[in-house]
């Protein structure tokens, strides 16, 4: 515990108030971290350790107490000692802020409390921790919430609650700034949800970089860019105008071929990925047809959609797996994908050990989705990381637990076959 207090949370709220000076701020230098020496190299996140809350319904936008629910799974002190020996050095720890923003002034600090108390965990099973704000995501479904979601919070410098979550930034820095320096960084937003080319997502970004580095100097903060954290986004983004709030790390998010990542997920809007099960990895280790055979499987098994509803789905499936298996995409596919991170790296000088692919991951066929065969999820899982590896980025898998995961939520144990295509061992009982 690092002695959070009601005095300093309250004191945090100046934030808001100077943060816009921030700005003025001569840069900070960093040579041993120009030389290579940040603590993150091979990670895995932490949801839903401050996810799955219990919101109460609108017109109200307050939480129960406690906020988070009582049966998701929380990593343990010797779960997290395992995944140290697994060969893991870092943490990335996803923070819902709804809870936190919700909360009176007692509620308050002690989830600030829980929270230090948490990176404290990882410390002492000697990881470092990424704290990530994590106010959107499909799994998390926290960008689906009746008030606390992105658009509220930081859509733009003008959303309604954009104030009060500038603000968090700032108290979660400064619990940070002193904690163990040079082993904790902070990200202020999850998957930003401004287009790439939108002069928005910049503007948020710069004035929550600014609350934080007005709270904490020295801490290492992550900076990303729009639509989602993905490539694309991250290759738009001009790191100059970045440099006044060093240090710096910057991170995306890796999920692509999205058919293959994300098949079977019941989060997805788009109407192809309920039924779809069974994309190979590579495309060559399977058939279109084997494919559509268990598509149509498993649409048989809907009975929530109309047959018309279904029909069209399955036309739209048809025409993307087709595409998927002409393209044939293999780890060939995901070098050129992180090619474009290269590239960008190198045309803006920045080492690529500051550039960490901060999420990664596909849905395995469990008890309770059917999505990749586990085989296949698991080639894909290995050449995403090799790929990584190769260009010399740090990584953070998605996700410990859940359908993505790579531990078990009851056992507690490592899945071998994932603890393998991270290029990771598996620890001694």
């Known amino acids: 515990m690092t002695g959070w207090s009601r005095r300093r949370l309250l004191g945090a709220a100046l934030v808001a108030a100077i943060a816009p000076l921030a700005s003025a701020l001569p840069p900070l230098s960093s040579p041993a971290r120009a030389a290579g020496a940040w603590p993150f190299r091979r990670g895995v996140n932490t949801w839903p350790w401050f996810a799955l809350t219990r919101e109460f319904p609108a017109p109200r936008t307050d939480y129960d107490w406690p906020p988070f629910q009582s049966q998701r799974p929380v990593p343990t002190p010797a779960d997290l000692a395992r995944l140290r020996a697994s060969g893991l050095d870092f943490i990335r720890l996803p923070v819902d802020p709804g809870p936190f923003l919700a909360a009176d002034a007692g509620q308050r600090a002690d989830l600030m409390a829980m929270l230090s108390a948490a990176v404290e965990a990882a410390l002492s099973a000697d990881l470092g921790v990424i704290v990530n704000i994590q106010a959107n995501g499909a799994i998390q479904a926290n960008g689906a919430t009746h008030y606390w979601n992105p658009d509220r919070m930081y859509s733009s410098t003008a959303a309604p609650e954009f104030a009060r979550y500038q603000v968090f930034v700032g108290e979660v820095a400064g619990m940070l700034a002193d904690m163990a320096p040079g082993r904790i960084a902070l990200e202020p937003v999850n998957e930003p949800p401004?287009?790439?080319?939108?002069?928005?997502?910049?503007?948020?970004?710069?004035?929550?970089?600014?609350?934080?580095?007005?709270?904490?100097?020295?801490?290492?903060?992550?900076?990303?860019?729009?639509?989602?954290?993905?490539?694309?986004?991250?290759?738009?983004?001009?790191?100059?105008?970045?440099?006044?709030?060093?240090?710096?790390?910057?991170?995306?998010?890796?999920?692509?071929?999205y058919l293959f990542s994300h098949q079977g997920a019941p989060w997805m809007r788009e109407p192809v990925y309920r039924a779809l099960n069974n994309v190979p990895w590579p495309a060559s280790a399977g058939t279109l047809e084997r494919t559509l055979a268990s598509v149509r499987t498993r649409m048989a098994q809907d009975s929530e959609r109309s047959n018309e509803a279904k029909k069209a789905a399955y036309a739209e499936t048809e025409k993307v797996l087709k595409v998927y298996f002409d393209a044939q995409p293999d780890r060939r596919f995901i070098d050129r994908y992180l090619k474009q991170v290269s590239d960008w790296a190198q045309t803006h000088r920045i080492a690529r050990e500051r550039i960490i692919m901060g999420e990664f991951g596909a849905l395995r066929t469990d008890a309770r989705y059917t999505a990749a065969p586990n085989p296949d999820r698991a080639r894909y899982i290995g050449d995403v990381r090799q790929s990584a590896e190769a260009f010399g980025f740090p990584w953070a898998f998605w996700d410990l637990f859940d359908g993505m995961g790579m531990m078990d939520d009851t056992t507690r144990a490592l899945d071998p076959a994932m603890v393998e295509a991270l290029g990771l061992r598996m620890p001694r009982a």
């Open 194 to 257: 401004q287009d790439c080319s939108s002069g928005l997502w910049p503007k948020v970004q710069a004035a929550l970089l600014s609350a934080a580095r007005v709270s904490a100097r020295k801490l290492p903060l992550l900076a990303t860019g729009g639509c989602g954290s993905m490539v694309r986004g991250l290759a738009a983004l001009d790191p100059a105008p970045l440099a006044a709030f060093e240090p710096i790390l910057f991170t995306f998010h890796f999920y692509e071929p």
